[in-house]
T-cell receptor, first 116, second 109 residues
Framework: GAGVSQSPSNKVTEKGKDVELRCDPI?????LYWYRQSLGQGLEFLIY????????KSGLPSDRFSAERTGGSVSTLTIQRTQQEDSAVYLC??????????????FGEGSRLTVL | DQQVKQNSPSLSVQEGRISILNCDYT??????FLWYKKYPAEGPTFLIS?????DKNEDGRFTVFLNKSAKHLSLHIVPSQPGDSAVYFC????????FGKGTTLSVSS
């Protein structure tokens, strides 16, 4: 597609359930990033991929969070045993390559997760 | 500890006047700085960037200034328009961007 696509756009789940969030980057973009924005907060870096590998996972808040990317394209962010503090908008972005002096990130519209 | 700080949560400006949004950072290793604009229910969109080797970059109504010694950058919008009303995020980094908390700009007509 023309832009970064994320699904679902909205997800309401019960505490303790697992959720999967999907990101389809711009075709040809090798770098993919996950951020989240909690209420009243800025964009918190979670993880980025260059191709299928994740050189930097430093932002993942706990071991309940994991992400994978297959085929150098679609990425899935999985949150296991969700907690209420996981409620946030999860944003995916892509860029041609990692290393931002080569260009900006293109963001999707985000997946809003609400944990009851 | 926040590496990128936007100390003003909001800014109100009249149409036609200048908007100045400020950002401070702590990591001297940051080599690239960007501003993003975000409307409600949309993802952030890139606005303007500046490399650490420059002190100014201009694109139409938008100018970004970088003061490396002060670890400070600012975004100037002139003249401000009602359509500029949005949340503006400052971001800095090398490979992965670190974002500030954003400043909500309101431009009244």
């Amino acid at each position: 597609g023309a832009g970064v696509s994320q699904s679902p756009s909205n997800k309401v789940t019960e505490k303790g359930k697992d959720v999967e969030l999907r990101c389809d980057p711009i075709s040809g973009h090798t770098a993919l990033y996950w951020y989240r924005q909690s209420l009243g907060q800025g964009l918190e870096f979670l993880i980025y991929f260059q191709g299928n590998s994740a050189p930097d996972k430093s932002g993942l808040p706990s071991d309940r969070f994991s992400a994978e990317r297959t085929g150098g394209s679609v990425s899935t962010l999985t949150i296991q045993r969700t907690q209420q503090e996981d409620s946030a908008v999860y944003l995916c972005a892509s860029s041609l390559v990692a290393g931002l002096n080569t260009g900006e990130l293109f963001f999707g519209e985000g997946s809003r997760l609400t944990v009851l | 500890d926040q590496q990128v700080k936007q100390n003003s949560p909001s800014l109100s400006v009249q149409e036609g006047r200048i908007s100045i949004l400020n950002c401070d950072y702590t990591n001297s290793m940051f080599d690239y700085f960007l501003w993003y604009k975000k409307y409600p229910a949309e993802g952030p969109t890139f606005l303007i960037s500046i490399s650490s080797i420059k002190d100014k970059n201009e694109d139409g109504r938008f100018t970004v200034f970088l003061n490396k010694s002060a670890k400070h950058l600012s975004l100037h919008i002139v003249p401000s328009q009602p359509g500029d009303s949005a949340v503006y995020f400052c971001a800095a980094g090398g490979t992965a961007l670190i974002f500030g908390k954003g400043t909500t700009l309101s431009v009244s007509s």
